[in-house]
């Protein structure tokens, strides 16, 4: 089991278990993905979305819950398979969102990223973001990956923890693997895939990633999650197999 304690910048521990996963997903995507950056170039087209003023999004944004009714439709990409940078832009325009560089050696891992408006009078870099666990548990004949997301929430003058959870894929007999429903979005099979869901109400989903073409992933998120806690999530799963 694999505990994480996510703050934007953050330094995690990590540790990887090797066992089978069954994919969890449904058809391939047909949408052109976005043109891949080059690590070289990523630090020089981020100074670039900024200063052109295509980053649409305050760090507010980022940061803050979503509020009620909202519903964010993002997109992930990695740079490649090799190379642990990703970036996160709105799904429609491809303006950019955030940026994040995991390094992983010797089991450690840690992770350096900046937002839109980053730079400026109040300092977020130890704005907590989640607490997670993480793990493996069977379903019919196969594994998933599952995550627990505990995300601090305001209520009044009192800090109160509100718990996520993954929601359980189903085991489909005629096609031999685990799936998920992703309504209208159509999904390739990937052990990176999740939902999460509201612990005390599993059928409330107020996030879901899945992959939708090589390196590119599909961020749906909703309140009272905010942007930087579902982007959290999403690289979370960087070593899921």
Same mark, same amino acid.
């Given at each position: 089991?694999? +505990?994480?304690?996510?703050?934007?910048?953050?330094?995690?521990?990590?540790?990887?278990? *090797?066992?089978?996963?069954?994919? %969890?997903? *449904?058809?391939?995507?047909?949408?052109? #993905? /976005?043109?891949?950056?080059?690590?070289?170039? =990523?630090? @020089?087209?981020?100074?670039?979305?900024?200063?052109?003023?295509?980053?649409?999004?305050?760090?507010?944004?980022?940061? !803050? #819950?979503?509020?009620?009714?909202?519903?964010?439709?993002?997109?992930?990409?990695?740079?490649?398979?090799?190379?642990?940078?990703?970036? =996160?832009?709105?799904?429609?325009?491809?303006? @950019?969102?955030?940026?994040?560089?995991?390094?992983?050696?010797?089991?450690?891992?840690?992770?350096?990223?900046?937002?839109?408006?980053?730079?400026?009078?109040?300092?977020?870099?130890?704005?907590?973001?989640?607490?997670?666990? +993480?793990?493996?548990? #069977?379903?019919?004949?196969?594994?998933?990956? @599952?995550?627990?997301?505990?995300?601090?929430?305001?209520?009044?003058?009192?800090?109160?923890?509100?718990?996520? !959870?993954?929601?359980?894929?189903?085991?489909?007999?005629?096609?031999?693997?685990?799936?998920?429903?992703?309504?209208?979005?159509?999904?390739?099979?990937? %052990?990176?895939?999740?939902?999460?869901?509201?612990?005390?109400?599993?059928?409330?989903?107020?996030? +879901?990633?899945?992959?939708? *073409?090589?390196?590119?992933?599909?961020?749906?998120?909703?309140?009272?999650? /905010?942007?930087?806690?579902?982007? %959290? !999530?999403?690289?979370?799963?960087?070593?899921?197999?």
């Amino acid at each position: 089991m694999l +505990q994480r304690l996510l703050r934007y910048p953050s330094t995690l521990t990590i540790k990887s278990e *090797d066992s089978a996963t069954t994919a %969890a997903g *449904d058809s391939v995507y047909s949408e052109t #993905p /976005s043109p891949r950056q080059s690590p070289e170039s =990523l630090p @020089f087209d981020i100074a670039s979305y900024l200063e052109e003023g295509l980053a649409k999004e305050s760090r507010w944004d980022l940061i !803050a #819950p979503l509020p009620k009714g909202d519903y964010r439709h993002l997109r992930v990409v990695r740079s490649s398979d090799d190379d642990w940078s990703f970036t =996160l832009e709105t799904e429609d325009t491809s303006d @950019f969102l955030a940026y994040c560089h995991v390094d992983i050696l010797s089991g450690c891992e840690s992770v350096e990223g900046f937002c839109k408006g980053q730079v400026g009078a109040v300092d977020i870099s130890s704005q907590q973001l989640a607490g997670m666990v +993480q793990g493996k548990r #069977p379903m019919g004949h196969g594994m998933y990956n @599952f995550m627990e997301m505990a995300i601090p929430l305001w209520e009044g003058y009192d800090l109160v923890p509100l718990v996520l !959870a993954t929601k359980e894929p189903q085991w489909n007999h005629s096609m031999s693997c685990l799936v998920l429903d992703f309504d209208n979005r159509i999904i390739i099979p990937s %052990a990176k895939n999740f939902q999460l869901v509201l612990k005390d109400s599993p059928d409330t989903i107020v996030c +879901q990633y899945g992959k939708v *073409d090589n390196n590119v992933y599909a961020l749906d998120v909703a309140a009272p999650l /905010s942007i930087m806690q579902a982007f %959290a !999530a999403a690289i979370s799963t960087a070593l899921w197999a």
